[in-house]
């Protein structure tokens, strides 16, 4: 009875029915109609509401489903989320569908409706985004079904309570493997360049085509061939390329509902990835007031797992990061030159002079690629139409924070340090298109 009583309620027309049988029994009264028509009245409201309730709970089926969605979620990018019900209710039905989320998405009306006018399947598809790394707690989806007349719904609580981790984004790590290996272009600014010069590896020897090298022609091969024959050469491998990712306070600028270092996190994963299959050796470094978390390079399959592992429990600290920490650690622990992609942020051109000296050791000993985060919010006050004095103080901010960022990356390309100054939402592109440049020209 309690459990009956838990999964009935009240629908959307059971007090219009009520205010009308009211109605009804007061018109009776001041016309002075038979008692027993008051009688008949409250008979038939009560014979409606018995007759929604048999109809209810008459299949003993009614609705079930299921939630279907990876254990892993893809963060920053658009999960899809399917739910499926089948409907074994005879007659025409209202179906409800409410869906408990987890709190960190802050959505309480993801709400669907369909009409159904006998039994069959219904699916619903929806996407989520999510922002922040971690544990996501899934509750249950609350189906309401109700018949034409909606005086009663009955509830159907399917159990799709589950935990399921977002991980950084695995989404825009394949996409890019797609786009970096493939032929198509169309991501913003993605580029392939030709190989300058030759790897120190040799691959084979193949006939001489318009173009190749005259001086890699194999005279002996030539002459047993009878035609020219050139040796190719690929890519030197086994190249060392660390992901460096700055988790101090300056890596909690929100973008679009995202930190920047959940930025630099994706793009630390993605171009991990394409490191392993460009044949280098992948490896990562994190750091804040120390080196916190670090996997040596490898080309092991299991390296991405480590570095995925480990970047799914990075998160910011409360204090700037040290890069003389950082610099003293590389100097000691990396032997071998090595890539290393710095993914850090400068407020100001003074908060980099500070920390110049310490850049300029790795570049030293390493190829350092220093990835700098530009505000997008900057050339919007820069370009905008000022009338007060307060705007006119914001624009002449925002203009010396761009100066700053273009004399931080002349100055840094004056070290030697190549420097990649891009937004948070084509920072992944950019860091990529770098990679690919530099292994094209030889340098990695």
Known sequence: MIKFLSSLYPGSHFLYGLAIAVVLLIAAFGLD???????????????????????????SAGITGSRILAD??????????????????????????????????????????EKMLGPGELNFTYHLRPVIRGKYQFGNTLVFVSTSLKLWERKFVLPTQKGHAVYPSFLQMSRYELLAFGNQTSERGLRKLPRRGVGLEFDQIKKYHLGDDPRQINWRASAR?????????????????????????????PFEGMYLLDYAINS????????????????????????SAHVTASRSKITLHHILE????????????????????????????????????????????????YIHSLSTRHLVIAIMFTNTGV??????????????????????????????????????????LTTPQYLSVDSLNKYLELKAMGRT
Request: hydrophobic share 40%; proline share 1%; charged share 25%.
């Open 379 to 420: 050339n919007d006050l820069i370009y905008r139409k000022t009338k007060t004095s307060r705007e006119i103080y914001e624009q002449v901010l925002a203009e010396q924070q761009a100066v700053d960022q273009m004399r931080i990356q002349r100055r840094l390309r004056t070290l030697g340090v190549e420097c990649v």
């Open 72 to 113: 892993r979620l893809s963060n920053g990018d658009d999960n899809p989320i399917q739910i499926k019900l089948s409907n074994q209710y005879e007659g025409a039905v209202t179906i409800t569908v409410l869906e408990e989320l987890p709190f960190q998405f802050q959505i309480r009306d993801q709400i669907w409706k």
């Open 310 to 357: 480990t970047l799914y429990h990075l998160d910011t600290e409360i204090q700037n990061a040290d890069h003389a920490r950082l610099a003293s650690w590389s100097l000691q622990n990396l032997s071998q030159r090595s890539v290393l992609f710095l993914y850090t942020h400068f407020v100001n051109y003074e908060s980099y002079l500070r920390k110049e000296k």
């Open 268 to 291: 630390a994963l993605m171009l991990s990835n394409i490191v392993l299959k460009k044949g280098d050796k992948a490896g990562l470094i994190c750091f804040d007031k120390n080196v």
């Open 33 to 59: 109609f038979p008692s027993w028509s008051g009688l008949l009245i409250i008979a038939f409201w009560l014979g409606l509401l018995l007759r929604e309730i048999y109809l209810l709970y008459g299949s």
């Open 225 to 253: 061939q009878g035609e020219l024959m050139v040796n190719s050469y690929t890519e030197e491998k086994s190249q060392n390329s660390y992901q460096v990712v700055d988790k101090g306070r300056l890596m909690q600028f």
